[in-house]
């Protein structure tokens, strides 16, 4: 198998295609981080495409807790957090929780009886420090598990009646059906209306950003370079891919739609 398989340089992209992208839904760890941090190059790349009336809506796996003071400090236009478990609206507006739950107590009792049952197969794997802040899902730090070791805990929740996922950073025990796509088609369909699917751009390095990748839904998708470390792993690939890695490959994205909007005018 070709490890770049479907995958097309971002520079084969073509401008007119950019030119029309109005708003970018993206993860954030691996994706605009560049080592775990926030780069000056990075915050840039946001306010110019702020000004540019290019909207960014970030779509992670972090808390919350976390999320919550996140998007209301940088320029973006809301953020979607714990994989399309709940959305924060822009501003500091009550968050809406995308996962129907009845009764969230209960919902937690549930997932820590799960995350007891894998430590008992797994015995090294550690909650996140950030779990305690989240809602809908619960995580785990994905630490040094190797790959057979991860598809065997994605089966011990699919048969306990739980999805899972991971990414760079995190492994999420959550509830089926819950992942960035259903919650950003949801964010979408109620909150940003406008928008049209050629108008977006969705963007990620992980498999818990498989999903966005999902061309019947998000025909114009990117991959920071770092993706090709699990591209063998994915049943969705991104449409396109960058030549820089994490953060360094959204401000590659970033400029080629900012340049194709110039050569459009």
Same mark, same amino acid.
């Given at each position: 198998?070709?490890?770049?398989?479907?995958?097309?340089?971002?520079?084969?992209?073509?401008?007119?295609?950019?030119?029309? $992208?109005?708003?970018?839904?993206?993860?954030? %760890?691996?994706?605009?981080?560049?080592?775990?941090?926030?780069?000056?190059?990075?915050?840039?790349?946001?306010?110019?495409?702020?000004?540019?009336? $290019?909207?960014?809506?970030?779509? *992670? +796996?972090?808390?919350?807790?976390?999320?919550?003071? !996140?998007?209301?400090?940088?320029?973006?236009?809301?953020?979607?957090?714990?994989?399309?478990?709940?959305?924060?609206?822009?501003?500091?507006?009550?968050?809406?929780?995308?996962?129907?739950?009845?009764?969230?107590?209960?919902?937690?009792?549930?997932?820590?009886?799960?995350?007891?049952? !894998?430590?008992?197969?797994? =015995?090294?794997?550690?909650?996140?420090?950030?779990?305690?802040?989240?809602?809908?899902?619960?995580?785990?730090?994905?630490?040094?598990?190797?790959?057979?070791?991860?598809? *065997?805990?994605?089966?011990?929740?699919?048969?306990?009646?739980?999805?899972?996922?991971?990414?760079?950073?995190?492994?999420?025990?959550? =509830?089926?059906?819950?992942?960035?796509?259903? +919650?950003?088609?949801?964010?979408?369909?109620?909150?940003?209306?406008?928008?049209?699917?050629?108008?977006?751009?969705?963007?990620?390095?992980?498999?818990? %950003?498989?999903?966005?990748? %999902?061309?019947?839904?998000?025909?114009?998708?990117? +991959?920071?370079?770092?993706?090709?470390?699990?591209?063998?792993?994915?049943?969705?690939?991104?449409?396109?891919?960058?030549?820089?890695?994490?953060?360094e490959g959204f401000c590659e994205l970033s400029s080629y739609i900012l340049k194709s909007l110039h050569i459009s005018s």
């Amino acid at each position: 198998m070709s490890r770049h398989l479907s995958l097309s340089a971002l520079s084969e992209i073509s401008s007119i295609c950019l030119s029309k $992208i109005r708003l970018i839904a993206t993860d954030m %760890d691996g994706t605009l981080t560049r080592r775990g941090k926030f780069t000056p190059a990075l915050l840039q790349a946001l306010e110019d495409l702020a000004a540019a009336d $290019i909207k960014v809506l970030i779509v *992670t +796996g972090r808390s919350a807790g976390w999320v919550s003071g !996140l998007s209301s400090l940088m320029p973006v236009a809301g953020a979607i957090a714990e994989n399309g478990g709940l959305y924060f609206p822009p501003g500091n507006q009550k968050p809406v929780v995308l996962t129907l739950i009845p009764d969230l107590a209960q919902h937690r009792q549930h997932l820590a009886m799960t995350f007891e049952n !894998l430590q008992t197969k797994f =015995p090294q794997i550690q909650e996140s420090t950030d779990n305690c802040f989240r809602i809908t899902d619960w995580t785990f730090d994905v630490a040094d598990l190797r790959e057979d070791e991860l598809q *065997t805990l994605d089966n011990l929740c699919q048969q306990m009646g739980w999805g899972f996922t991971y990414s760079n950073v995190q492994c999420h025990i959550k =509830p089926q059906g819950q992942d960035k796509a259903v +919650g950003l088609l949801q964010v979408l369909r109620e909150y940003l209306p406008q928008y049209s699917s050629e108008q977006i751009v969705t963007v990620g390095d992980s498999p818990n %950003d498989e999903s966005l990748f %999902d061309r019947r839904y998000f025909p114009v998708s990117v +991959g920071v370079a770092n993706v090709l470390e699990y591209v063998n792993q994915l049943k969705y690939h991104p449409a396109y891919i960058t030549t820089a890695a994490e953060g360094e490959g959204f401000c590659e994205l970033s400029s080629y739609i900012l340049k194709s909007l110039h050569i459009s005018s």
